[in-house]
T-cell receptor
Framework: NAGVMQNPRHLVRRRGQEARLRCSPM?????VYWYRQLPEEGLKFMVY????????ESGMPKERFSAEFPKEGPSILRIQQVVRGDSAAYFC????????????FGQGTRLTVV | AQRVTQPEKLLSVFKGAPVELKCNYS??????LFWYVQYSRQRLQLLLR??SRESIKGFTADLNKGETSFHLKKPFAQEEDSAMYYC????????????FGQGTRLTINP
């Protein structure tokens, strides 16, 4: 089991471009969570997805950000028309189910907007 | 509001000294709390959870409901303990999610 895989590890985008961050959960995990870590800050919850469903997107900015977890393939966090303030590390975690079970994290994608 | 607070952004202690990383929470329900650790250039990984009451790498954490705290302790710090530590709480709001504190960067000086 390769663990939670995120790619790319580093992504540089110019202002106004789109950023696509991918997360492949651990085998057998159907729950995916995305977190954002701004410089000098902690991890902020963004969105919780199960296959083909967004369960909780209370931490997602209302505009430009979207997430999906299709039946086949990785979960995608998409940021349209990126701005400098989007520069951050984005972490994905997966679990079989919360409620005391462990959430496993990917190594993160560091997005830099220039 | 559900919240996890780690009051210290940075903590520096000498090798062999005791370590305590503070964590306070605010939650109306029955809390499930965790400590996660992130070593340099590695992914976040679970260190321990209060349900299992285990000791990992010499660290322990006791849930104190009266003080709403879940402080992480180790009697004798080692250099390899230098890392970023996050306290986390499972919150049930229609669905479950992990809410993290701001993190504490622990540095162990030789």
């Amino acid at each position: 089991n390769a663990g939670v895989m995120q790619n790319p590890r580093h992504l540089v985008r110019r202002r106004g471009q789109e950023a696509r961050l991918r997360c492949s959960p651990m085998k057998g995990h159907s729950h995916v969570y995305w977190y954002r870590q701004l410089p000098e800050e902690g991890l902020k919850f963004m969105v919780y997805l199960q296959k083909e469903n967004i369960i909780d997107e209370s931490g997602m900015p209302k505009e430009r950000f979207s997430a999906e977890f299709p039946k086949e393939g990785p979960s995608i966090l998409r940021i349209q028309q990126v701005v400098r303030g989007d520069s951050a590390a984005y972490f994905c975690a997966s679990s079989q189910d919360l409620g005391g079970t462990e959430a496993f994290f990917g190594q993160g994608t560091r997005l830099t907007v220039v | 509001a559900q919240r996890v607070t780690q009051p210290e952004k940075l903590l520096s202690v000498f090798k062999g000294a005791p370590v305590e990383l503070k964590c306070n929470y605010s939650y109306s329900g029955s809390p499930e709390l965790f400590w996660y650790v992130q070593y340099s250039r590695q992914r976040l990984q679970l260190l321990l959870r209060h349900i299992s009451r285990e000791s990992i790498k010499g660290f322990t954490a006791d849930l104190n409901k009266g003080e709403t705290s879940f402080h992480l302790k180790k009697p004798f710090a080692q250099e390899e303990d230098s890392a970023m530590y996050y306290c986390a709480l499972i919150v049930f709001q229609g669905a479950q999610k992990l809410v993290f504190g701001q993190g504490t960067r622990l540095t162990i000086n030789p």
